[in-house]
């Protein structure tokens, strides 16, 4: 009975984890409305006993201080981020909001996520963008790392491109002195890259000028006879190109006919799968991961402050307060050997994994109101979660070290951060409770015997 009792425990204190917020406008609204309100002064003592001095009245408390006002949501610039032209940036840059644009000079790497990003200015360094629309008519003096829905490079890349997306065009004035890469359904190539040139997806339409070797794997691939390909070129499609693509490569053309239905391709079926599950998974992944955290805003709204406290002040406690849960969970499953205890621990094992997944949360919005702090802006939880969750699923996405930090540091620091949330409120609860309770009038003793 207590391996069930416990189980139960557990899977309660589990699921009230969950509890994050959205600040405490309610309590604000209130507590302002009740600092303004009138006093109504005490009314005077008039049944005095003649021959008595009146008591006199006991001083009024002091009147609590009236909270500041909300800033004007006319005057709140959320816009994101503009590096003006004529300004200049030393430092590496970290930015995340609806738009992030360099017009002026970025003397640093260029770490950017949200709907529009534009480079029309220059960054001496790399460059690692997501969003849903991309443009660079700017330079970019190293390498260039792009995953959106729309991406558009008309200007100087100094290193290599990579692009993955569902559209990408690289426009007539476009320059890439490295290689270029690039994952999508509809590829537009119009420019030029000095070093090699590949290409997976949809349908390919080549234009420009490629200094190496092409690869191009598709569905559907369009040579313009403008363009030219110094090297040798090796395509696979489902329909052979013509005689003349020879007229426009200097080197070998290779073909290999792409197959739907071929089975001597299943060894290719893990690698073919990992490709598809490419940018579409990642947004699909982040507005799944975005919707759960509001949702979670949205119902509980009294500890979001608490929560991101906590990871701010101590995170090494909360991730080792993580690792503890880990190994209680341990612990909890291993008490199933009774029968009658199983459907608890599945119960505490499946929040459990709720818990595990929505962790990322609190640390989500940790890290956009960290990030979004130096911009003085009084942003509310939900754009601050959008701003921590676009980077941390960039760094979900890299091999290895993604999977670390998806998978063990941000759900232990999330756990951590909650459950030393919980833990304090239930010690201050107790602490009201016991001040609350009356000491009870002991009777008066008797009179000794004589």
């Keep these: 009975m207590r391996a069930i009792a416990a189980a139960s425990r557990a899977s309660v204190v589990a699921m009230l984890l969950l509890a994050l917020s959205l600040g405490v406008p309610a309590w604000a609204a209130a507590a302002k409305s009740s600092a303004k309100a009138p006093q109504t002064p005490p009314a005077p003592q008039t049944d005095e006993e003649p021959g008595h001095p009146a008591i006199p009245e006991p001083p009024e408390p ?62 001496d360094g ?22 959106a829905t729309n991406t558009r490079v008309d200007g100087t890349v100094g290193g290599n491109l990579q692009c993955a997306g569902a559209q990408v065009t690289i426009g007539r004035n476009a320059r890439i002195r490295g290689n270029l890469t690039v994952y999508s359904s509809q590829l537009l190539f119009e420019g030029k890259v000095d070093g090699a040139f590949k290409f997976k997806g949809g349908t390919a339409t080549v234009a420009g000028k490629v200094g190496s070797n092409a690869e191009i794997t598709a569905d559907s691939i369009e040579i313009d006879p403008g363009a030219h390909i110094d090297g040798n070129l090796d395509y696979q499609t489902r329909e052979r190109l013509g005689d003349d693509v020879k007229k426009v490569v200097a080197g070998k053309v290779s073909y290999n006919e792409r197959r739907a239905d071929d089975e001597d391709e299943s060894d290719e079926k893990p690698s073919r799968l990992r490709k598809s599950f490419g940018v579409t998974s990642w947004v699909a992944f982040l507005t799944a991961s975005f919707l759960f955290g509001c949702a979670m805003i949205a119902i509980f709204r009294r500890h979001e402050e608490e929560v991101v406290g906590t990871i701010r002040r101590d995170p090494l406690r909360c991730f080792g307060i993580g690792f503890v849960s880990v190994l209680v969970t341990i ?36 890290l956009g109101r960290t990030m979004l702090r130096p911009l003085n802006l009084s942003v509310g939880p939900y754009l601050a979660l959008l701003a921590g969750l676009i980077p941390l699923h960039l760094l979900f996405a890299i091999p290895y070290f993604g999977f670390l930090v998806h998978w063990i540091l941000v759900p232990l620091l999330g756990i951590g951060a909650m459950l030393t949330m919980y833990l304090g409120y239930r010690q201050t609860q107790r602490a009201a409770t016991v001040a609350a309770v009356p000491t009870p009038d002991l009777p008066p003793a008797a009179p000794l015997a004589s």
Excluded: N
């Design 62 to 123: 002091p009147m609590p201080p009236d909270l500041p006002h909300p800033p004007d949501g006319a005057h709140l610039d959320v816009g994101g981020y503009t590096l003006r032209a004529g300004q200049t940036h030393v430092g590496d840059l970290l930015k995340a909001g609806p738009s992030v644009s360099i017009e002026g000079m970025q003397k640093g790497d260029v770490y950017a996520g949200g709907p529009l990003i534009q480079i029309t200015g220059v960054v």
């Design 126 to 147: 790399d460059a690692f963008l997501g969003g849903t629309e991309v443009s660079i008519t700017g330079e970019v003096k190293k390498s260039v790392r792009v995953g």
């Design 331 to 366: 612990a909890v499953c291993l008490s199933g050997i009774l029968l009658i205890t199983i459907p608890f621990i599945a119960m505490y094992g499946i929040a459990y994994l709720i818990l595990w997944y929505l962790a990322r949360v609190p640390v989500a919005l940790w």
